[in-house]
């Protein structure tokens, strides 16, 4: 069993960033693949980005060139950086994790999620 933990989400201006943590119990967080998905109201969950085993990653179009995914195995800590935020990134946003070595871009892929941590974008 793994928990996930996220924090760092806030309210920022148009332009500003933000870095989201998510920290995960279990002592075999780096044989996990993790991902960042977020959902806006009135909207579906969605893939943001995703990190494998062996830290190559993979981006959503809408958080290529501003966001960059990274995981610290040493402290069990998946992040999510935001740069360049806009209005349209408001949502919650989730970690998850999946028991598989390579790149997980599905919401169906994932074995474990965090609670959520509010990412509010104003204009």
């Known amino acids: 069993q793994v928990q996930l933990v996220e924090s760092g989400g806030g309210l920022v201006q148009t332009g500003g960033s933000l870095r989201l943590s998510c920290v995960a119990s279990g002592r075999t967080f780096s044989n996990y693949a993790l991902g960042w998905f977020r959902q806006a109201p009135g909207k579906e969950r969605e893939f943001v980005a995703t990190?494998?085993?062996?830290?190559?990653?993979s981006y959503a179009d809408s958080a290529k060139g501003r966001f960059t995914i990274s995981r610290d195995n040493a402290k069990n800590t998946v992040y999510l950086s935001m740069n360049t935020l806009k209005p349209e990134d408001t949502a919650v946003y989730y970690c998850?994790?999946?028991?598989?070595?390579?790149?997980?871009?599905?919401?169906?892929?994932?074995?474990?999620w965090g609670q959520g941590t509010q990412v509010s974008v104003s204009q």
């Open positions: 990190i494998n085993i062996w830290s190559r990653t």
């Open positions: 998850a994790a999946a028991r598989v070595v390579g790149l997980v871009t599905t919401d169906g892929g994932y074995d474990y």
